[in-house]
């Protein structure tokens, strides 16, 4: 679009500069709307700060939701964050981190005209992005794979047993199992099976009673009360609307997660956040690679000088972002105490 | 406290419950407020639009561009009088929002598309009836999307969701005349028969005759079993040799009352048009195709499951999981009768 | 669309042979691909009107079905189902929301407008600017490819859960291409505010301080800031609908623990503000058009300018008065309340001002002054209906019934009379060409006429306890329905003669002078229509509202300054 835009109209004078051939005489990267370059960046400027402000805000409808749930159901988070891997967090953390500072350089360089170690500072931001993806990809396989996943979709099921079942056997039956397997009181797999049992346990007291192992049993019974806003004799659930798919085949995930206490209801919240959040995240950073390939491009073919670097320092900002709200992502997700 | 203008002029429903009163004072307090503020604005307007009108040779004359007084005043008068309506709506919304203690309590049951009340004797009718002169409290709960519950006499309003129970009490002052009613509507977009989903309330004059109504809402429940055996046997004799028992009727009357009040002829027509789901005529003894199950004959099991667990059968052509459950709110003498409905409905020569 | 668009309308017999930008380059892509924010305010303006002729097709088609109340009342449904009648209403909202309404005059006008009134050759980014207009068409084709999925029937609102489980046929349903659909047109929303207000705060011209600013700038300064402030939560919102019906992700489905009230605070966060999305652009150019056609200095100019800002401040605080009888807590529902009294205040001072404005003024009632008047008079009513709605008792009996149907279209579609009005105004700058003008005061009269028998009766049968989006009716209001789609009828004979009006304008219409309605501010002051670059050099900046200089000149058919008759108006 832009280049066409460019051929129809010689005088418009976009980016992408054929400024050899201009001849009006100011400077090549000047759109003909402005007055002066200052004009052009200070422009160029406060509509990325504006950007960044709706993306903030496109975040803070997230945060907002993160908030309610947090508030209402503290121990929810308490008790999901346990699955997610605070060393692969915290690397990638740092992994962005460094990519933000590349980019700051980047930033600098562009402005003192140096055009090779800015293409170079640009590709070294963008490897910071593609490691970031990578290991985020990394964490959501990990995830998928063991069912810990948003709404309908979350399956305690594969990451609470390590000793796999068969996949004919309902929960119940894998409650049952759970029970037998482990004897230990605290076990929080048994518990965890029964609410699977009874899905949303406050609508179906009976179906709670089905699991015998009393101090395994009484747990859910016990959350379900609290949540118990339901009606009895509301009509019941239907199975595919629970996480009932059967166990996963035989040696799935061999525990790893024995410390997490008993498993509260609704835990797929904090999974369903986890993943809007580094979900977009993720979207965004993608964006903030495809500007950055695109400023190396530019880069690499000597587009920059010490005159006109608006791109660099916009780009700049936009990753800036990126990585702050990583920032804040980090510490909500993984880090909850 | 009434409203004068809004009752001259026929605005309001009628005035059946205590919160009337002060709901049409204010909305007539507004009212006189809107008219005058209107009627200064758009008169200054039109007397401005006749004098000033453009006429050749005369220019506009040049008058201050501001006045600091001027624009304060329409600053601080509309204030006051908003300030005002802010607390009479105050008013008003506690006392609706604050539920009366030791009220007559009703169960309110929304689902896709009818109402269905639940009194304190355990009896389910489709029809809300309360005594006037007694606070009542709705407890109320859907089954499934939003609905909202509003009897437009009373002035009350309250969005019913799953998941959550809303609460809204009234006291009603108006005894419904004799066969009349106050409409019951849903007022939050729940869907197809969205318009549909109306029922009655009933006013009882006094105490005594709702009770009687109370007990005479179910006939059906009121029978033994031997009772029952005894009706089902032969309607028509036990009906007579009972003329106590009022609200009796045959089974098939009987289950025609139930597809009426129960929520069943939103979906199911009986005259043979295709709706959400399929039309009972000429419904009995057919050979049905679904989807999941092996093909079945409807006779009474498979009416039953179908009340019961309606997803476990799928029939073919018609959406899957359309119709909710109806599992712990009808009873087996209320499917006996529906059957003894769906029997009669033999198609002659209609087509399927 | 084509058939609005002058380039396509064929050459300008008898246009300004000077250079302008309709005629400064040809083809094809010298639209579809042009910068310049005049032809895009043009390819917005033909988009959206357009698009509100299909919402007004939907409109009328309901008004037809709602002739009859109900089968069981002994009447017949002849039209469509329930069903058909449900999608109607859920594309006329939504078409004329998000699609007509919020763009309407931003986009198409402003867009026009806002650069040659600040005296500026563009907005601020001119490529983002046609990307904005891009996504407005992305948008707009992904909410009518939803017809193929079978429609949507969720109400414009999409309240969930009806939304994201039940909602249309299917998984899919036509419920996705629509939101989906409604969050692109978001971000082509997003992208023109932030363009005006960068344009507003960065390519002023010397001289051109923020108080000499017409107050339509302000008006569109306000709403670009709501545009980029609320758009975004609206954004979220939608993705998370979009998630909760094709993931599953439960946020607002009780189900799974969720609540579907949330869903409710999300999306009137963004959606009351819109209302003043709609509205506060409509503001600023009443400001206009009430004082060029009484030729009068505007009353009270910083008040007005101040009100703009307090309605968009105060626009974002006072959501939850949507939600009166939703279960919100009771606390929540006194503070909303007590903000929904307090921005009235704002309202009200615009009214009283325009109305000072007309004193001892020389009211020309020309069509765009003719709309404006009646913009007086249905948002009076649409503004004072509003107190009943913010009473929260008197709500309680009120909500979602046609009273609020009658009330928002009152001063959500009491915008399209200024959006009309303001078609008229910058008509002869855009086109080049005047239009008829007493077949176009007709059209307004009968618009003014068709409005208020649709929707006046709407507050009667409100009070009575009409819900809204009911398919079927009571008898008792059989009455009423028919008047009010009777109205609609006489609505939709005015849009077509207005159409006529300004097709035949194009074809025929006698050339324009640049100043022909003898206002102050700088659009005026270059040729009709304008040169490609808009100022050569940026022209003096006078006091936009300051009209003892003007005046008519018979030889141009237009204003003139005075002293220099004779001579063409444009400073160059």
Redesign the interface.
């Known amino acids: 679009?832009?280049q066409?835009?460019d051929?129809?109209?010689p005088?418009?004078h976009?980016a992408v500069p054929h400024g050899d051939a201009h001849a009006h005489g100011h400077h090549p990267n000047l759109?003909?709307?402005?007055d002066s370059l200052t004009?052009q960046f200070?422009?160029g400027k406060?509509?990325m700060w504006?950007?960044l402000?709706?993306?903030v805000?496109?975040?803070?409808?997230?945060f907002?939701?993160y908030a309610?749930?947090r508030r209402n159901?503290p121990e929810v988070f308490m008790y999901a964050h346990q699955f997610l891997d605070t060393t692969w967090g915290a690397i990638n953390t740092v992994v962005l981190l460094v990519s933000s500072f590349t980019m700051a350089w980047a930033v600098t360089a562009s402005q003192r005209g140096q055009r090779h170690l800015t293409s170079i500072l640009l590709a070294l931001t963008f490897l910071g992005g593609v490691g970031f993806m990578v290991i985020k990809a990394v964490e959501y396989s990990h995830k998928f794979h063991d069912g810990l996943m948003?709404?309908?979709?979350y399956d305690p099921a594969k990451h609470e047993h390590g000793h796999g079942h068969n996949g004919a056997h309902g929960a119940a039956a894998t409650a049952a199992h759970g029970a037998a397997d482990h004897a230990a009181p605290a076990d929080h797999g048994t518990a965890g099976a029964a609410a699977t049992a009874a899905p949303?346990a406050s609508t179906h007291p009976e179906a709670t009673t089905s699991v015998h192992a009393p101090e395994t049993s009484g747990q859910p019974a016990a959350t379900g009360a609290e949540?118990a806003d339901?009606p009895p004799e509301r009509a019941p659930?239907e199975p595919s609307?629970v996480a009932l798919a059967p166990a996963g085949p035989a040696g799935l995930h061999t525990g790893g997660h024995d410390l997490h206490g008993p498993r509260p209801?609704?835990v797929?919240?904090f999974f369903?956040v986890y993943?809007?959040m580094t979900g977009?995240h993720g979207l965004h950073v993608l964006a903030g690679m495809a500007v950055i390939g695109w400023l190396f491009v530019r880069s690499v073919r000597g587009d920059f000088s010490a005159d006109y670097f608006t791109p660099v320092d916009l780009g700049g900002l936009y990753w800036h972002l990126v990585d702050l709200i990583w920032i804040f992502l980090f510490p909500l997700l993984y880090l909850i105490h | 406290m009434t409203g004068i203008l809004?009752d001259s002029l026929g605005?309001?429903?009628p005035k059946a419950s205590t919160?009337a009163p002060?709901?049409d004072f204010?909305?007539d307090f507004?009212?006189w407020?809107?008219i005058f503020?209107?009627v200064l604005?758009?008169g200054?307007?039109m007397i401005?639009?006749v004098m000033?009108?453009?006429?050749p040779g005369?220019?506009?004359?040049?008058?201050p561009?501001?006045?600091t007084v001027?624009?304060l005043s329409?600053?601080i008068i509309?204030?006051i009088l908003?300030?005002l309506?802010?607390w009479?709506?105050?008013?008003?919304?506690?006392?609706?929002?604050v539920m009366p203690s030791g009220a007559y309590e009703i169960g309110v049951n929304a689902k896709?598309w009818a109402w269905e009340f639940t009194y304190p004797n355990g009896i389910r009718h489709p029809e809300l009836h309360v005594p006037k002169d007694v606070p009542v409290v709705l407890t109320m709960f859907s089954d499934?999307?939003?609905h909202?519950f509003?009897i437009?006499?009373f002035?009350?309003?309250?969005?019913v969701?799953?998941?959550?129970y809303?609460k809204l009490w009234f006291q009603a002052t108006l005894a419904s005349p004799p066969g009349g009613y106050y409409?019951v509507?849903?007022?939050?977009?729940?869907?197809?028969?969205?318009?549909?989903m109306v029922t009655k309330c009933v006013v009882h004059e006094t105490r005594a005759e709702f009770d009687q109504w109370l007990r005479d809402a179910d006939p059906l429940k009121k029978l033994t079993p031997e009772q029952y055996d005894e009706y089902v046997r032969d309607p028509a004799a036990f009906i007579a040799a009972h003329p106590d028992i009022q609200g009796l009727q045959s089974p098939a009357d009987m289950g025609r009352k139930l597809w009426d009040t129960k929520g069943c002829k939103q979906c199911h027509s009986i005259d043979g048009k295709v709706g959400t789901g399929p039309s009972w005529l000429g419904i009995w003894g057919a050979q049905h195709e679904f989807s999941n199950a092996p093909p079945a004959v409807v006779e009474e099991n498979y009416v039953r499951e179908s009340i019961e667990n309606p997803r476990a059968k799928a029939l073919k052509g018609y959406?899957a999981n359309a119709m909710p459950t109806y599992q712990g709110r009808i009873t087996d003498r209320e499917i006996d009768s529906i059957i003894a409905f769906i029997k009669t409905l033999k198609s002659g020569s209609e087509t399927k | 669309m084509s058939s609005l668009n002058p380039a396509a309308a064929g050459p300008l017999v008898g246009a300004p042979a000077a250079d302008n930008y309709l005629t400064h380059?040809r083809?094809f892509?010298?639209w579809?691909?042009?910068?310049d924010h005049k032809r895009i305010g043009v390819m917005y303006l033909a988009g959206i009107f357009t698009m509100f002729l299909v919402g007004g097709l939907f409109a009328v088609l309901l008004r037809s079905v709602l002739l009859t109340p109900?089968a069981?009342a002994g009447g017949v449904k002849t039209i469509v189902d329930?069903?058909m009648y449900?999608r109607f209403f859920t594309l006329h909202g939504a078409v004329m929301v998000f699609i007509v309404i919020i763009p309407g005059i931003p986009a198409a006008l402003g867009n026009f407008v806002l650069?040659l009134m600040l005296g500026?050759?563009?907005?601020?980014?001119?490529?983002?600017n046609?990307?904005s207009f891009?996504l407005w068409l992305i948008g707009t084709a992904m909410a009518l490819a939803s017809l193929y999925w079978g429609g949507v029937?969720?109400?414009w609102t999409f309240?969930t859960?009806?939304s994201t489980?039940?909602?249309s046929?299917g998984a899919f349903g036509g419920v996705v291409p629509v939101v989906a659909g409604a969050f692109v047109l978001g971000f082509s929303s997003?992208f023109t505010g932030?363009?005006f207000?960068?344009?507003i705060?960065?390519?002023r011209p010397p001289g051109m301080t923020w108080f000499r600013m017409p107050l339509f700038l302000w008006g569109t300064y306000a709403t670009a800031v709501i545009q980029?402030?609320a758009?975004?939560?609206l954004?979220?919102?939608l993705?998370?609908l979009l998630?909760?019906r094709l993931?599953?992700?439960?946020?607002f489905?009780?189900?799974?623990?969720?609540?579907?009230?949330?869903f409710q605070h999300?999306f009137w966060f963004y959606s009351h503000p819109a209302v003043y999305i709609m509205i506060l652009p409509a503001m600023g150019v009443m400001s206009e058009l009430i004082s060029v056609f009484?030729?009068?200095?505007?009353?009270?100019?910083?008040?007005i300018a101040f009100s703009s800002v307090a309605i968009a401040i105060l626009g974002f605080l006072v959501w939850g008065h949507h939600m009166?009888?939703?279960?919100q807590s009771?606390l929540l529902?006194?503070i909303f309340?007590?903000i929904t009294?307090?921005i009235?205040?704002p309202s009200?001072?615009k009214?009283?001002?325009w109305?000072?404005t007309?004193?001892?003024?020389?009211?020309?009632?020309k069509a765009p002054m003719c709309y404006a008047?009646s913009f007086?008079?249905i948002f009076?009513?649409g503004g004072?209906?509003g107190?009943?709605l913010?009473?929260?008792?008197?709500?309680?009996?009120l909500?979602?019934?046609y009273f609020v149907v009658a009330h928002f279209h009152y001063v959500m579609a009491g915008t399209i009379f200024v959006f009309f009005g303001a078609i008229h105004y910058w008509w002869p700058k855009m086109t080049g060409r005047m239009y008829d003008e007493g077949a176009a005061v007709l059209a307004s009269l009968l618009m003014f006429i068709g409005f208020n028998m649709t929707f006046f009766i709407q507050f009667?049968m409100g009070?009575?306890?009409m819900?809204?989006?009911?398919?079927?009716?009571?008898p008792e209001f059989q009455f009423h329905h028919i008047v009010s789609t009777m109205g609609s009828y006489v609505m939709l004979a005015a849009v077509l003669l207005l159409i006529y009006v300004l097709i035949k304008s194009l074809r025929s219409g006698r050339p324009a002078p640049a100043n022909p309605w003898g206002a102050g501010s700088m659009e005026w002051q270059c040729a009709s229509p304008p040169p490609?670059?808009n100022f050569k050099t940026p022209p003096p900046v006078v006091d936009a509202?300051d009209?003892?200089s003007l005046e008519w000149d018979e030889r141009v058919g237009g204003y003139v300054h005075r002293g220099r008759r004779g001579g063409p108006a444009a400073t160059h």
């Not at chain 1, 759109?31 to 402005?34: G, K, S, T």
């Open positions: 679009m832009t066409m835009a051929a129809v109209h005088t418009s976009a759109e003909h709307h402005f004009q200070d422009a406060l509509g504006l950007f402000a709706t993306e805000l496109l975040f803070g409808g997230l907002c939701a309610i749930f159901h948003w709404g309908v979709h949303a949540a339901l659930l609307q209801d609704n797929h919240w369903g993943f809007t977009l | 809004a605005l309001m429903p919160f002060a709901v204010w909305f507004t009212l407020v809107s503020f209107f604005i758009i200054l307007m401005f639009m000033y009108r453009r006429r005369v220019r506009a004359i040049v008058t561009t501001h006045s001027l624009e329409w600053t509309p204030t908003v300030v309506m802010f009479g709506g105050f008013k008003t919304y506690m006392d609706q929002r896709q499934d999307v939003l909202s509003f437009p006499a002035r009350v309003k309250m969005d969701m799953r998941g959550r809303t409409p509507l849903c007022t939050e977009y729940c869907g197809t028969s969205h318009s549909t959406a | 380059s083809g892509w010298s579809a691909a042009t910068l109900d069981a329930a069903n449900n650069p500026a050759k563009d907005v601020a980014f001119p490529r983002l046609l990307c891009y029937d969720t109400g309240y859960p009806y489980k039940v909602g046929s997003i932030l363009n207000i960068v344009t705060h960065k390519l980029v402030l758009t975004p939560v954004g979220i919102t993705l998370l998630a909760e993931l599953g992700i439960g946020f489905d009780s189900e799974l623990g969720g609540d579907p009230v949330l999300f009484s030729h009068k200095h505007i009353f009270g100019y910083k008040f009166f009888t939703s279960g009771e529902g006194v309340s007590a009294f307090s009235a205040i009200a001072v009214m009283f001002n109305l000072t007309l004193y001892k003024g020389s009211i020309d009632f008047l007086m008079w009076g009513i004072l209906t107190l009943f913010g009473m929260m008792g008197l709500d309680q009996h909500h979602d019934t009667l009070t009575r306890g819900p809204r989006r009911y398919y079927a009716y009571r490609h670059d509202y009209y003892e």
